[in-house]
Nanobody
Framework: QVQLVESGGGLVQPGGSLRLSCAAS????????MGWYRQAPGKERELVAL???????NYADSVKGRFTISRDNTKKAVYLQMNSLKPEDTAIYYC?????????????WGQGTQVTVSA
């Protein structure tokens, strides 16, 4: 079992920056692949960024060059640095932990943190 708690969301003007944090507890954090997802009103949840247990990263095209995902296994945390924010980045941002086990995969979600980009 993994429990995830996101923080760092808020209201920011276009062009501004925010840093989201996701704190994990309950299991061996380092073996999990970690991801940030977002869901805007009326839209489906979408992948923003992934970082594997080995440190490989992947980004949605819409955030490449603006967002950076990182992790600190000693602190059991994953971060999302968001720069040059746009109004279309407005959404609830969720943290997710996944790992494969024989026959299936495990997936855990946080409760989300609201990011609003508006003048």
């Amino acid at each position: 079992q993994v429990q995830l708690v996101e923080s760092g969301g808020g209201l920011v003007q276009p062009g501004g920056s925010l840093r989201l944090s996701c704190a994990a507890s309950g299991s061996i954090f380092s073996i999990y692949d970690m991801g940030w997802y977002r869901q805007a009103p009326g839209k489906e949840r979408e992948l923003v960024a992934l970082i594997s247990s080995g440190g490989l990263v992947n980004y949605a095209d819409s955030v490449k060059g603006r967002f950076t995902i990182s992790r600190d296994n000693t602190k059991k945390a994953v971060y999302l640095q968001m720069n040059s924010l746009k109004p279309e980045d407005t959404a609830i941002y969720y943290c997710r932990a996944t790992r494969k086990v024989p026959g299936t995969s495990l997936s855990y979600w946080g409760q989300g943190t609201q990011v609003t980009v508006s003048a």
